[in-house]
């Protein structure tokens, strides 16, 4: 029994170390969203950038290949 006990307040000061949870509005729910959408997007399009440049490269060997 004594070993129970040693270990609940161990555990309940595990649990006041957190943040207390705040409750968002609707309109930051909202504004998030579009934060983090708006990454995505611009990540996506850095992929985007990056494949066709790869894509011209090869379309560039593919030309010389061709030729030859």
Same mark, same amino acid.
């Given at each position: 029994m004594t070993a129970l006990k *040693?270990? +609940?307040p161990a *555990? !309940? @000061?595990l649990a006041t170390d957190r943040k207390p949870w705040k409750k968002k509005t609707p309109v930051e729910v909202v504004l998030s969203q579009i934060d983090r959408l =708006? +990454? %995505?997007v611009a990540q996506k399009e850095e +992929?985007? $950038?990056? !494949? $066709? =440049?790869q894509l %011209? @490269?090869?379309?560039e060997v593919r @030309?010389?290949? +061709?030729?030859t």
């Amino acid at each position: 029994m004594t070993a129970l006990k *040693q270990n +609940e307040p161990a *555990q !309940a @000061k595990l649990a006041t170390d957190r943040k207390p949870w705040k409750k968002k509005t609707p309109v930051e729910v909202v504004l998030s969203q579009i934060d983090r959408l =708006r +990454e %995505g997007v611009a990540q996506k399009e850095e +992929e985007l $950038k990056q !494949a $066709k =440049r790869q894509l %011209g @490269k090869l379309e560039e060997v593919r @030309k010389i290949l +061709e030729s030859t």
